[in-house]
């Protein structure tokens, strides 16, 4: 499977996903990384790697579905099969959106359908949230509405602030979006009506997570 991920900064979520592909385990190969940020810290990730990298700076496009066009043949050009957003702070257009369905991700740092948008960690605090976690979902024309692959919890804690709250999250990030991208190596993600089913899926109706304030 030929990945394309598309980051605006730090790249960290790249990093994990680099690093799956670099243990050998698993049928994939990251073979672009493209940002709209010429400095993006996630590009020079990519070349640490050896992996191709390339910059399509929005600031050089007068709107959006120009934009977009080029990054979706920059990603046409490298084949990938599936295109990972990883902290990428651009909102896209229907065009590429529907360019890539079934093939588009994206992780959100909290459990959707709550708290979609910005500043979603003061969000879950400010609703007195017991859990807050991460989200991959697949993209579609809405904002983080597409259909849920896999979630990560984690617990809203007394005193948490969105600094701290985000820090914890982001380490089950780092844990859930390598699963995600394995599962759809091994063809076991399946969009249907809306809805994901994962193949071969392990269920316990006995399992629960409980917390307190």
């Known amino acids: 499977m030929r990945i394309g991920v598309l980051v605006s900064g730090s790249g960290s979520n790249l990093q994990a996903i680099i690093d799956l592909c670099k243990r050998g385990d698993i049928a994939a190969e990251i073979v672009l990384v493209l940002s709209n940020v010429p400095t993006a810290y996630g590009l020079q990730r990519a070349k640490d790697n050896a992996i191709a990298t390339k910059v399509i700076d929005h ?53 959707l359908p709550s708290f979609p948008g910005l500043h979603v960690q003061q969000q879950a605090i400010d609703a007195g949230a017991c859990f807050s976690g991460a989200t991959i979902h697949f993209v579609d024309e809405g904002m983080d509405t597409g259909a849920i692959i896999a979630q990560a919890v984690v617990p809203v804690l007394q005193g948490d602030d969105a600094d701290t709250l985000a820090a914890r999250i982001l380490k089950q990030e780092h ?39």
């Open 59 to 111: 600031k050089n496009y007068d709107n959006r579905e120009p934009f977009d066009k080029a990054m979706i043949e920059a990603l046409d050009d490298a084949r990938v099969d599936l295109v990972c957003l990883a902290g990428f702070m651009r909102l896209l257009t229907p065009t590429f959106v529907n360019h890539f369905t079934g093939r588009l991700i994206n992780i959100h740092p909290a459990l």
């Open 175 to 213: 844990r859930l979006y390598p699963m995600a991208v394995r599962l759809f190596s091994e063809n076991r993600v399946l969009l249907k009506n809306g809805r994901v089913e994962i193949v071969n899926c392990i269920q316990d109706d006995a399992a629960v997570i409980i917390s307190h304030k």
